[in-house]
């Protein structure tokens, strides 16, 4: 079966530095990648997703991905950090039978100092 | 356009009971999935619907259950509570039959407790 794994359930950073948030999958076959963040009491919200178009995705509010094979990897960044970015990230892919039921990482809760 | 909405937003209930949670889908979406997630953990699938069929089941004792109706809004059901079902309910809706690459849109969710 498909998984993700998220490095660090806990990340903190100041505020204008990078953001890494590490994310490695496990397929036996191409993945369909995804990257959600959930702001306190609410939803999912959809940063952006793999697709094998590019490997360099492009996503909301200054998020990237980059999905690299040969590490099994999809890590979240952003070149500079904002008050507004803390929130919880979840990685997650498409399961096995395919559709869109996604399973999901454990998520990485980002804390964003001054 | 109008996006996922679920209600209640907060629900107490106590073991054994049952609950109904509904969700609305997003216009023109005509599939809606279902996640639990518990404290501090990440979603999982519970069931997806498509055109009021179950269309995919994760791993959920049958006491969970749910509906489509015509309209694509949706209920899910859990009958004799435990304290583990204690969780946000996640609604999220899709386009195209929740094929590969139609993203997912969720709701707020609705909070469960059961004590």
């Known amino acids: 079966a498909q998984s993700v794994t998220q490095l660090g359930s806990h990340v903190s950073v100041s505020e204008g530095a990078l953001v890494l948030l590490r994310c490695n999958y496990s397929s036996s076959v191409p993945p369909y990648l995804f990257w959600y963040v959930q702001y306190p009491n609410q939803g999912l919200q959809l940063l952006l997703k793999?697709?094998?178009?590019?490997?360099l995705v492009k996503g909301i509010n200054g998020f990237e991905a980059e999905f690299k094979k040969s590490e099994t990897s999809f890590h979240l960044t952003k070149p500079s950090a904002h008050m507004s970015d803390a929130a919880e990230y979840f990685c997650?892919?498409?399961?096995?039978?395919?559709?869109?039921?996604?399973?999901f990482g454990t998520g990485t809760q980002l804390k964003v100092e001054l | 356009e109008t996006g996922v909405t679920q209600s209640p937003t907060h629900l107490i209930k106590t073991r054994g009971q049952q609950v109904t949670l509904r969700c609305s889908s997003q216009s023109g979406h005509n599939t809606v999935s279902w996640y639990q997630q518990a404290l501090g953990q990440g979603p999982q699938f519970i069931f997806q619907?498509?055109?009021?069929?179950?269309?995919g089941r994760g791993n959920f004792p049958p006491r969970f259950s749910g509906l489509q109706f015509p309209n694509y809004s949706s209920e899910l059901n859990v009958n004799a509570l435990e304290l583990d079902d204690s969780a946000l309910y996640l609604c999220?809706?899709?386009?195209?039959?929740?094929?590969?690459?139609?993203?997912?849109?969720f709701g707020n969710g609705t909070r469960l407790t059961v004590t």
């Open positions: 619907y498509y055109r009021e069929e179950e269309n």
């Open positions: 999220a809706s899709s386009p195209r039959g929740g094929t590969n690459n139609s993203p997912l849109h």
């Open positions: 793999y697709t094998s178009a590019a490997t």
């Open positions: 997650a892919v498409i399961s096995t039978g395919g559709g869109n039921k996604l399973t």
